[in-house]
């Protein structure tokens, strides 16, 4: 490396100093704590006889051997590599534990043998740190400050198959990141200068830091070795090489040369680490002074002894591209002594390279590790290692760096990626216990996918919608001829949700109380009144930080008792769930009881479905399926909530709401009973409801069940299939109610008919037929025949599964002329009823339209 290079008046100097009173002050862990080496493919774990460093295999990260190749010809110790080869991934990733905030240094080993023509990057996290070529055996280390309780050591592939043979890591000493903004400092080398013997490391570095020999020390240097040991080391924070380097060093009475020719091109920053020991013990402050030039550039003066210490560090930095001159010269000729140097290091400054947003990185964690459960050998998920994005996003994954740091914008688990074997979400997977549906407006026009949308309000959520799989197993049962959609794999295509570290932290958030002044200042002074329910009225209004909010006052005549208020508030404030509006805060000054809950942007299904915004833009089918299973989701853990059962009472498309993004979201429960009604008595007997989804046996028998939420949520369903009011005396008499109009259609199979003319020819006949027997059923007169929400949820999710999936199977049938999509014959079973009829319309007229 330096061969030749080397220009200066020699003298060979006896090198025996005695009496060097030095003690080593600095204390060194003793042992190999937090040591971490890794022979890769090795069949056994063994201990290195001469350093005792205990070698593990990689099994924990690979424990496949096929891809393990013997170095050959070998002449180093170790000689297996562990090749990647797979036309999948593009990078390759050991995930090594590490104390956050620690200081590491990390040393990968790379034996080429005949391996052909192969580079590719090493990125220490995901900052690239070099290029291995497979012409030479390498060695890439770095000094690294831990962000994160792991680091992935990477390999990158830019051409042939990476592979790797060794992996160290080390606890480093913390002096060497000391530059402002976070840094890897890659080793360009490390000298023991005047050693002509063999390498110095562990155990004698208890950093484990190679110290190579000087590779051709000129025979005219002064070489000098100390024969005591003893060194004193006044300030015990300095970067201390091994006694073992320090007594080693080169002298001589006018210049030091150190010339590489072999840096990187490009203008690199590197970091330049001397370690000077005064050898003879005669000289006195002022004897050996010297100053240092790197690129003919002045950088220092220096006396070793200045500061007391025998022991000097000088650190540097510059920049080069390809060259360096190191070079140290007798200040003057007043001094006696000329420069002398123990030992450096060069090290190139990698600036640390941000990942992608540990929020999406944990949740696209345990997206993956939930798929890998059942899918053990799928190879696009085993390609999934380290960072999801950088430097290229995982194989199906598409991320958005433009905003200075990379977050994941899509999973795109379309088949194609998947040309083994094709994933099957497993059935345990806590994945498919997650509610919500939520952004599933943009998974339905791409059903092969899955997508992570980040929702708004700094709250990420995960959606995931699996769609290929699916689509997989119906071609498999229609080809069979016995197509049913009871069998499909469920949780294939539902969509999933996980709420992400910062979901959970907004969910601790408890509900606020608000002063009656907070109240008049959002809703400047009850200025907007947007509906009028039962509680009492409705305004909108914007809190101080922005949020809007429905603001519910309830009206002065009410005579509920403010402590059962209160009671209530404590209980709601605790119900919490994606598809129930939530409730933010609430006032209780004045005898006033008011409640605040976020403004929901798309309005309520009632106006979607024939309100002023239906007139805008019909909502389509697949939406109507998922805002009915987010409702029906929201229900199912109203009536399971933990303690007490809580019943709606008051189930009805006006009090379904939809978010921005269009996902469903049950208003107004726990306080329905607090709703006053004409005469009201305060007599909690009192039936409650809205004409034309009140279930008959409550209205009958005034018994409450959960039940009855049920008939209403049916009427619900029959709404959204026929986009008709539950309710309307402007239509011939035997159309004022829903559910007496259409009851006879459906036991006909005349479903055609009640459908809503707007969606015509939108719909997969099936899963219109799944809903139209729920609703049928949720409309059973005997609340026994109904069933319980949460089968409701089931029936709901195979619908949707089957709109979002088979229409694409549906569609390459029709192309060549098959079937007609939208007349499957299906015969219906209705169990024998008898029918006690729904409350008159003429009892109860038409409540005015709810708010939210
Ligand atoms: C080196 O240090 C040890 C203990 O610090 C001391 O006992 C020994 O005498 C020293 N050796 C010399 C040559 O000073
Ligand atoms: C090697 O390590 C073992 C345990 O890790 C220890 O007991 C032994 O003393 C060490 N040997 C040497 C020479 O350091
Ligand atoms: C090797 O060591 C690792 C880590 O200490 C351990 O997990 C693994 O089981 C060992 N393997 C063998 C073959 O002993
Ligand atoms: C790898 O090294 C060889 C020999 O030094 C050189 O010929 C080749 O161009 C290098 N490959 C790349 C891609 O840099
Ligand atoms: C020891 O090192 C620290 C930090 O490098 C420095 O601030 C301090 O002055 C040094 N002390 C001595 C005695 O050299
Ligand atoms: C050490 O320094 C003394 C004077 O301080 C000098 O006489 C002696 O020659 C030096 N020894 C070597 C080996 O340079
Ligand atoms: C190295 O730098 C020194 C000091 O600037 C200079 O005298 C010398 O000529 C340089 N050597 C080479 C080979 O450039
Ligand atoms: C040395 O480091 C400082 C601070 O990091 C920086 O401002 C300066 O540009 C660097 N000098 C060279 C020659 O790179
Ligand atoms: C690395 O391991 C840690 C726990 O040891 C885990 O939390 C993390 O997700 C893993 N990262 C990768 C990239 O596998
Ligand atoms: C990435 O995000 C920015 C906003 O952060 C957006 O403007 C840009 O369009 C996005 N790019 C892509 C490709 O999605
Ligand atoms: C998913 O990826 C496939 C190819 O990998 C592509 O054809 C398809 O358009 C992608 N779908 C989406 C929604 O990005």
Redesign the pocket.
Known sequence: MMEGLHNWNSRLVSCCILCLFLAIQATYAQGQEGFLSIQCCADLNVTEPYTNISWTTDANWYPDHRNCQDITPSDTEYDKARVFGSHLGSKWCYNLTTSKDQDYLIRGTFLSGSLPGTLFNVLIGVTPVGLVNSSDDTEVEGVFKATNDYTDFCLSKEKGDPYISKLELRPSNPDYLK??TSSILKLIDRVDVGNTGSEIRYPHDPYDRIWKPEPKPDQTDDLRTLSHTNITVSNGSMILPPIQVLQTARTHPERLEFLRNDLDTGYY?YDLYLYFLEHNDSVQAGQRVFDIYVNDEKRQELDILADGSRYSVVVL???AHRLLNLTMIKTSNGYQFGPICSAYEILQVHPWVQGTVQAEVDVVMDVRDELLKANQNNKVLRSWSGDPCLPRPWHGLSCNSSSGFSVITQLNMSNNIFTDTIPAFPSSSTLTSVNGLCGSQGSSGSAQGIVIGTIAGGSVLVMVAVGIYFLFFYKKKMAKGKFSAKGLPMAKNAVYSIPSMDEIVLKSISIRAFTLENIETATQQYKTLIGEGGFGSVYRGTLTDGQDVAVKVRSATSTQGTREFDNELNLLSTIQHENLVPLLGYCCENDQQILVYPYMSNGSLQDRLYGEAAKRKTLDWPTRLSIALGAARGLTYLHTFSGRSVIHRDVKSSNILLDHSMCAKVADFGFSKYAPQEGDSGASLEVRGTAGYLDPEYYSTQHLSAKSDVFSFGVVLLELISGREPLNIHRPRNEWSLVEWAKPYIRNSRIDEIVDPGIKGGYHAEAMWRIVEVALVCIEPFSAYRPCMSDIVRELEDALIIENNASEYMKSIDSFGGSNRFSIERPIVIPPTPTPTEPSPIISQPAPPQPR
């Open positions: 530059r402002e920053e930095n510059f920049t």
